[in-house]
């Protein structure tokens, strides 16, 4: 059974910081890309940032200079610290495993984790 659990979201003041994390199982985690989405209602979710299994790492615009992914392959685990949060990256957070290779075509998602940010 695949799971991934995020956890770390909460509510925050604009400038402070948050540190997301996603713990995945019931996956071969070197197999997939891990990324970080987030939703706010009425909008489609949108990529914030996603790590390859060697680290190369992808961001929105938006995200660019104040978040940050990694990811620890011996945890199964990927973070996203966010610094300088703005009211605008108000979102509900999904992790994703997108599969490479021997897990190509796989696509799981995690639950989810309310970012509220306050003025």
């Known amino acids: 059974q695949v799971q991934l659990v995020e956890s770390g979201g909460g509510l925050v003041q604009a400038g402070g910081s948050l540190r997301l994390s996603c713990a995945a199982s019931?996956?071969?985690?070197?197999?997939?890309?891990m990324g970080w989405y987030r939703q706010v209602p009425g909008k489609q979710r949108e990529l914030v940032a996603e790590?390859?299994?060697?680290?190369?790492?992808n961001y929105a615009s938006s995200a660019k200079g104040r978040f940050t992914i990694s990811r620890d392959n011996a945890k199964n685990t990927v973070y996203l610290q966010m610094n300088s949060l703005k009211v605008d990256d108000t979102a509900v957070y999904y992790c994703n495993a997108a599969g490479i290779g021997y897990s190509r075509g796989n696509d799981y998602w995690g639950q989810g984790t309310q970012v509220t940010v306050s003025s």
């Open positions: 019931g996956i071969i985690f070197i197999t997939y890309t």
């Open positions: 790590i390859t299994r060697l680290g190369s790492t």
